[in-house]
């Protein structure tokens, strides 16, 4: 089959619709990610063993479970129990989990990296627990691994296609659409391959930048 330049530019304007909800699903998604990976985190650090236990095996369930079960049971499974969510709200918090376990593993490193002559000097001032962590703590653990979310930001957004299985609409779902419409499948999803190159290009630069801004400031290896 040629590719054809007017199924194309046709198509353009609803993909870039799509586009549209992917990113506000990966938007919304990522800060519903650093959430749940910032409580898992306070949790895991918690004083009494049941809680900190508890919390490492909700994130290993978490983490060994893929993105598409999780939608599945979200949007399917719930309703058996009364729950019935929208598909956008469904995908966003299929991420925000998926991408939570990850994001937890990630602050306990930036966490770890703290030197221990960070933590006497806070206790030497009598820091309560809360104030330790918001004002001294995690401004320093955050810094560096920055550059990290960014690129779990990046692997979120092309997760993205896997919520087409619960009619979210997002780039795929229309590419789909307009294929089955117009029995052509080419040309829209050869355009969302390359709306979603274009994205994780420029992420992906835009990761780079910060973490030789980074690198400059002492806060990146």
Do not use: C
Not at 170 to 186: K, P, S
Request: net charge positive.
């Amino acid at each position: 089959m040629n590719f054809s330049w007017d199924v194309a530019a046709a198509a353009f304007p609803k993909l870039m619709a799509g586009a549209v909800v992917t990113l506000q699903a990966t938007v919304l998604g990522f800060v519903l990610a650093l959430l749940i990976g910032l409580g898992l985190t306070a949790l895991r650090r918690s004083r009494l063993a049941f809680i900190g236990a508890t919390a490492f095996w909700v994130m290993e369930v978490l983490r060994s479970t893929p993105l598409l079960v999780k939608a599945y049971f979200l949007f399917f499974g719930l309703p058996a129990w009364g729950i019935t969510l929208e598909p956008l709200t469904t995908g966003v918090i299929a991420l925000g989990l998926h991408h939570g376990a990850f994001a937890s593993e990630t602050m306990r490193a930036g966490i770890e990296s703290i030197p221990r002559s960070q933590w006497e000097a806070a206790a030497s001032l009598n820091f309560p627990r809360g104030a330790l962590y918001r004002r001294v703590i995690l401004p320093q653990a955050l810094r560096p691994v920055l550059p990290a979310f960014g690129n779990m930001m990046i692997s979120m957004m092309k997760d993205t296609p896997v919520l087409f299985s619960i009619s979210v609409t997002e780039m795929m779902f229309v590419a789909n659409e307009i294929g089955a419409l117009e029995f052509r499948y080419t040309e829209a999803t050869t355009l969302a391959a390359l709306i979603f190159l274009a994205f994780s290009l420029i992420g992906g630069t835009l990761v780079r930048m910060l973490e030789r801004r980074l690198q400059r400031k002492g806060y990146a290896t």
